[in-house]
């Protein structure tokens, strides 16, 4: 099956610095790719959606000059959280799709991000 | 009222038992129903994705869609102690674009030896 990958898998940073993090399909070329947010005990939230080489869509009340994403190639996206609060403290997931058989959305590992 | 409904659980059952999880949604216009296996601090697995109403078996897992009754389920038989995890239901409007992917809460599932 499609492989997605997420680095870093955990981060720890200061309050109001920038965190950046990767999301690559392995094994297939993701024309998009999705970044959403999960709060303990909460459902997946969807935070945007990137198509290579165009501008993200992101969702209502998603910050975009918070929430910085990079979709350069069909295998690497990136979302970078600009000037980080501990409110922004959560696990982002990305998946991707575009695998050419059902569109189907397979996602990464996470990236659990704490700010202090 | 919430557009996919999910009972968090957490669902105790001992290894060998039949599971079912269940979703309700309310929007008549999705048409794709996947559900997603996510364990502890990692991000969701697809383990079944359906197209309208009917039955889908893949091994140990089947998934039931019903349309008319706005209901999916998801049956695990002989469930192992290694099928613990959070379960989620997700479904979407293909009319939409591909991230208009609505996810229930999640049903954690433990599985006792």
């Known amino acids: 099956g499609a492989v997605v990958s997420q680095h870093p898998s955990r981060v720890i940073c200061k309050s109001g610095t920038s965190v950046k993090i990767e999301c690559r399909s392995l094994?297939?070329?993701?024309?998009?790719m999705f970044w959403y947010r999960q709060f303990p005990k909460q459902s997946l939230m969807l935070m945007a959606t990137?198509?290579?080489?165009?501008?993200?869509?992101?969702e209502q009340g998603v910050e975009k000059d918070k929430f910085l994403i990079n979709h350069a190639s069909l295998t690497l996206s990136t979302l970078t959280v600009t000037s980080a609060h501990p409110e922004d403290s959560s696990f982002y997931i990305c998946?991707?799709?575009?695998?050419?058989?059902?569109?189907?959305?397979?996602f990464g590992p996470g990236t659990r991000l704490t700010v202090l | 009222q919430k557009e996919v409904e999910q009972d968090p659980g957490p669902l105790s059952v001992p290894e060998g038992a039949i599971v079912s999880l269940n979703c309700t949604y309310s929007?008549?216009?999705?048409?794709?129903f996947m559900w997603y296996r996510q364990y502890s601090r990692k991000g969701p697995e697809l383990l079944m994705y359906?197209?309208?109403?009917g039955n889908k078996e893949d091994g140990r897992f089947t998934a039931q869609v019903d349309k008319s009754s706005k209901y999916i389920s998801l049956f695990i038989r002989d469930s192992q102690p290694s099928d613990s995890a959070t379960y989620l239901c997700?479904?979407?409007?293909?009319?939409?674009?591909?991230?208009?992917?609505?996810f229930g809460k999640g049903t954690k599932l433990s599985v006792k030896p």
């Open positions: 359906t197209y309208s109403s």
């Open positions: 094994d297939f070329q993701a024309t998009t």
């Open positions: 997700a479904m979407m409007n293909y009319g939409g674009s591909q991230g208009n992917l609505i």
């Open positions: 998946s991707a799709s575009g695998d050419g058989l059902t569109d189907t959305q397979y």
């Open positions: 929007n008549s216009a999705f048409q794709y």
């Open positions: 990137s198509n290579e080489g165009s501008k993200a869509t992101y």
